[in-house]
């Protein structure tokens, strides 16, 4: 694709060069608020792609100029893209154009991204189920993870076939946990309902 | 089970792929005495059977009602009713309603401000405010 | 005004009577010279008896002149004097091939008319295996990724009952206020469910497992369930009192299947696409995860990408009271997803899901080809199409 067919939105060049109509830079007095100055402030000349100059290309061709948007999920990432497909050369071809590698990723959310290890044998797992038959006071999940670096997850799988009854430390637990919640007030009940209720809308997507 | 479907039900859009005829039905109402029924008498005698020829898609009712103005009245597929009274009119007049009425969709009258109307999603995407990169060339 | 008495007047009384004598009497003096002699009316029934004056004493013997047989459904006769039915017939625009008495039929229920010969069951299973055949090749072909779950749902939003009921109301067809020989055969006729009675239940279903307790997999629903995934009753056909819902689903059905014998395979296809699969679905909005970022993480092992990181692309507000957090799912160093929300977790999730949608509405294109386009004669050489190895189990 013509390197010059890709512009940068509107955005860009506001920040970048004095594109815009004066009066969108000038602080406006708070006493001017109109209907007709809100518009005219509004009144931003169009990106440079979108004019006809002696430099845009006389054939017809295809302007480039995408919004500032979240993607849609009906674009298929080019890792999802069947073997098959016809749009992986094109995509291969425009990608490094359009979304360049960068040299370096953004921060992971967490610190240490977990990634499953499998280092643990057969071995390890018997002598987990075996610290927690004979103590299970004292090694709870926390510090089983902790010493056999690994997730506590994991060792709640572990130890669902060890033949450890835990139901006693699980209601104990569970009491606990109401006993903090019912201490709690209006405010934080209602901020954690509200959590609740935004984490079932982020699995429907919508 | 992993996803689970939701179920919904598709939206109709009349026109792409089929297009029905949202007039339903077209009843016609004379007086054989009253002299405002003049065209429209002519235009049952005259016209109604080619009316109705040319329109097969909808139902069409004569009936009298006597010493009252005539009345064309539009039933429409979703449920609304137009009336129009045409007392006096000529024969080609109220062909030219009856027209009017096969051709209304039943809805209220509003402005049409936007020449494109569309349920579908914009290809563009919605503006947000976080994903103002841009593209650098 | 003085309201107007039409239906008195005009269409049902009369269209289905065969005599004179059987019509009702009523204290309206027909207008006769004003009407065209013969048009499409539905009160051209009543036009041609010529001396119809009757006022309000002559009462006509009616116990004498009647028939004694009482049919349930309007007889085949009374559609040709039906303009409703007519109208119905050039607003969904078949050929001539469908016949009146056929569109006549369709809008008879089984629970109006148990007579098989007379109502729409058979017509209904034929359309309804018609289009339902037609929805799921358009799906499989256009979204080959999409979970059995998914698959489901989309089949019942573009074949479901409830949306044939919108299809049929669309096409202007109403309900009859009950069934009977005397209706016009242009109303839907079926016996209505009360309100606040329960659906009977229709002698089981023809699962194998015979406990209501045992697990319905989706792979057994594949196998012993409908197009939706719902149980098939055992007692295939009943006459018992059904939801508006179904009674015109069935005939939505049933004109498919009437379209299909009497105009042949490549009609009924045009026919279900133009009104059923030309109706808008968001497909995306049908998901409902649970666990999404398992299931990306084994969606990612399965097909050998590398682990999925999360990755902030941006963020403001961290420590105010309305922090946006913007979080990438990057496997490698490409990225799968993004989403955009209040705490990280959130963010994280809604970019799962986003990435996970996009693999599984993965398409190969608006215009894929179906399966069913080989029927046409001198069509090119059929390419196989993509065909996934199903959804992420974890």
Redesign the interface.
Known sequence: MD?RL????V??LLSGRGQCLTSLNASSPRHQSSYRRTKQHLNIKPDSSFLISNESPKQDHIIFN?????????????????K??KRRQLLAATAE???P??SR??????RK?K??HHHLSDADIAEIQRLKRDEPEKWNNMKLSRKFNCSSMFISICLSQCGYDDTVTRKAEKARLDGVMDRWGPRRRMAHED?LK??EI????? | MVVQGIRKATVGQNGVGAFILQCKRLDFHYCDWAGSSKGMNSFLKNSLTKFAALNPQVEITVSPRPRRHPVIRGTYINGREKAICVRNLTKEQVLQKAELLRDANGEKLKKVTKPVKSINESVRGVWSPYHDGGIHV | MKRLRLERWSGQLFTARSTPARIRPCCLRQQQAALPPRIRFSSSAAVLHDDLIMEDGEELDEESSTSNTNYPSPPLEAAFNSSKLAALHARLNLSQKVPLQTMARTLVDPSADSNADFNNAALANLGGSIMSYHVSEWLLCTYPRLPMTVLFAAAYAYSGPKTLQLVGKEWGVETAAAPGEEVDPGYLQFSKLKPGQALQSQGGSIRPDRKSYYRRGISSRVVYDDEFGDTVSKQAESDLPLPTEHAYASFVKAVVGSVYLHSGSAAAKTFVTNHILSRYLQIASLFQFKEPVRELSRLCAREGFEYPVARILSETGRRSRHPVFVVGIFSGKDKLGEGAGPSLGEARTRACVHALKAWYLYSPGANVRVPSEMEAAGAKEWEPVHIDIGEVIH
């Open positions: 390197a890709l512009r940068r939105p955005i860009d995408p919004p500032s948007a979240s993607p849609s999920v009906l674009h298929t990432p080019l890792k999802f893209l069947p098959e497909d154009k359009l979304n590698v960068p990723l953004p921060p992971p959310v967490s991204p990634m499953p959590k935004r984490m982020a699995l429907r997507d919508e």
